[in-house]
């Protein structure tokens, strides 16, 4: 037996009724990336004019680098806007708290492709070495490993829920991208000085194919988690386990259950439940009030046979 008419139109109609699920930071999140857009802009520019002037590959892989941060913080926030702008559209079904996640994706292709030029460019270097102006390029990189420290200072989480364990990937994306940039920019100190003191030309390279092989670490891990998103693969065994228990608690069989992830802190759940005697669609949903991040349920009841 199924809910009936009456409780499936109720359902429908509060599912209207609050079908936004932004993160609890969104708009917070959203200012704070654009903010740090603008400055990634600036380094951006001094990075690349600095690698031409001195010769210095390991700051023009930073520069390329940064062009990619400019590029994934404007998608970042971007998405940021128009999550929020569309989140009471009508034409998304689920709301609009996906769009964090394809945001993050894109931005760890993004990565990965970053990865791939710089690794391309610094095997390059390290088969024909090229002389590089050690005073300039130093303090030039000193100077982009600190406006990459404060960047990730300013994209650092601040509120994560114990039930949300992956948060708001497109701000997780973003920071990520800023805290790999700062490795690299040490990375990228490490060579410089290594070359000034040692007179290693191929140590600035090296920086940059190590930077290179960080970066696609990143991208992975960010695709991996992202994507898992995306493709709506269960996000928590352990809420999983939770509704399984309450939903069976006076001898009801869980004949089918969904889980998957609608926005940053917030879960939708199908689920179909049978008994020799079914209660309403509403009861079995009262059994699972006050789950965190459960913000949307759907309930079909059956007649055990």
């Keep these: 037996m199924t809910a009936s008419a009456p409780e499936r139109q109720g359902q429908m109609d509060g599912f209207r009724a609050d079908r936004v699920y932004l993160g609890a930071d969104h708009a917070h999140n959203e200012r704070r990336t654009w903010i740090v857009a603008g400055i990634c802009v600036l380094t951006l520019a001094a990075q690349l004019v600095g690698g031409l002037i001195f010769n210095s590959m390991a700051l023009i892989a930073n520069g390329l680098h940064m062009g990619a941060h400019v590029a994934a913080l404007v998608v970042a926030a971007g998405a940021y806007r128009l999550a929020r702008k569309f989140a009471d559209d009508p034409r998304f079904s689920f709301g609009t708290g996906k769009l964090g996640y394809l945001a993050g994706f894109a931005n760890a292709a993004v990565l990965a492709v970053s990865a791939v030029m710089i690794a391309i460019e610094s095997g390059h270097r390290l088969l024909e070495p090229a002389p590089v102006a050690y005073d300039g390029a130093l303090p030039l990189a000193g100077a982009a490993l600190v406006i990459n420290l404060i960047c990730v200072w300013l994209l650092r989480p601040i509120h994560k829920h114990a039930h949300d364990r992956d948060g708001d990937l497109n701000l997780s994306a973003a920071h990520l991208h800023l805290a790999g940039d700062a490795v690299v920019s040490a990375l990228a100190i490490a060579g410089l000085g290594l070359g000034l003191l040692f007179d290693w030309v191929w140590a600035d390279s090296l920086a940059g194919l190590a930077g290179a092989v960080l970066l696609a670490h990143f991208a992975w891990r960010l695709m991996s988690r992202t994507g898992a998103v995306l493709l709506d693969i269960n996000p928590s065994p352990e809420l999983t386990a939770e509704i399984r228990t309450r939903l069976q608690s ?56």
Aim: no cysteine; glycine share 8%; hydrophobic share 45%.
């Design 250 to 305: 006076e001898g009801e069989r869980l004949l089918d259950l969904h889980l998957w992830r609608l926005g940053p802190g917030h879960h939708a759940a199908i689920v179909v439940v049978e008994s020799a005697i079914p209660q309403s669609a509403e009861i079995y949903r009262a059994r699972l009030a006050g789950l965190p991040g459960l913000s949307h349920v759907t309930v079909e009841t059956r007649q055990a046979r």
